[in-house]
């Protein structure tokens, strides 16, 4: 147990449509960040939020964005879905500072299926 | 275009035997490593990090970081047919935000009994 929770768990959606996926981070840590795995694939940074901004971003088109909130929890959000946005989405919590702010940890992840 | 490599395996060991994991990056900047362990269906969870050159021993598991050969590995003594898994490298690139790691494709780890 690492005290990040994800919802919802599974979900299919049609390819077009858009999908609001939910993080709640650890509690103390105050960043929070994305990961898309595709099946077979390591984990693939999406963008990471610290006080409720976006302070990095990896290689995904806009239409991928987030929110972080005043309590840290996080909701990721994906418009026009494509088939390749099946994946497990993956949200990942850090504590603040000290040797081991940059140690990740995941929540179980929200199994993504676009048809 | 900043990597990490691993060997897909399938990596088949032994119960009782050691298995060893390898990684390779190459953001020669790179000051934070980590080992994810991956059950099937699952999502990954930390294993180990380590900053400095050298081993670093946790329990049966011990990473070992060469920076000037910018190699990193896990050891996993006694293995068990529990460590059966995809175990995945992951590297904090240089100049990259707190949360941001790259990841290697993992190596699945099969421990026969």
């Known amino acids: 147990e690492t005290g990040v929770t994800q919802s919802p768990t599974h979900l299919i959606k049609t390819r077009g449509q858009q999908v609001t996926l939910r993080c709640s981070s650890q509690s103390g840590h105050n960043t929070v960040s994305w990961y898309q795995q595709a099946l077979g694939q390591g984990p693939q940074f999406i963008f990471q939020y610290y006080r409720e901004e976006e302070n990095g971003r990896g290689n995904f088109p806009p239409r991928f964005s987030g929110l972080q909130f005043p309590n840290y929890s996080s909701e990721l959000n994906v418009n026009a879905l494509e088939l390749d946005d099946s994946a497990l989405y993956l949200c990942a919590s850090s504590s603040p500072g000290g040797i081991k702010e940059n140690t990740i940890y995941f929540g179980e992840g929200s199994w993504l299926t676009v048809v | 275009q900043k990597e990490v490599e691993q060997n897909s395996g399938p990596l088949s060991v032994p119960e009782g035997a050691i298995a060893s994991l390898n990684c390779t990056y190459s953001?020669?900047?790179?000051?934070?490593f980590f080992w994810y362990r991956q059950y099937s269906g699952k999502s990954p969870e930390l294993i180990m990090f380590?900053?400095?050159?050298g081993d670093k021993e946790d329990g049966r598991f011990t990473a070992q970081l060469n920076k000037a050969s910018q190699y990193v590995s896990l050891l996993i003594r006694d293995s068990q047919p529990s460590d059966s898994a995809t175990y995945l490298c992951a590297v904090k690139p240089h100049g990259g935000s707190q949360g941001n790691l790259i990841f290697g494709k993992g190596t699945k780890l099969s421990v026969k009994p």
């Open positions: 380590i900053y400095s050159n």
């Open positions: 953001d020669r900047g790179s000051q934070s």
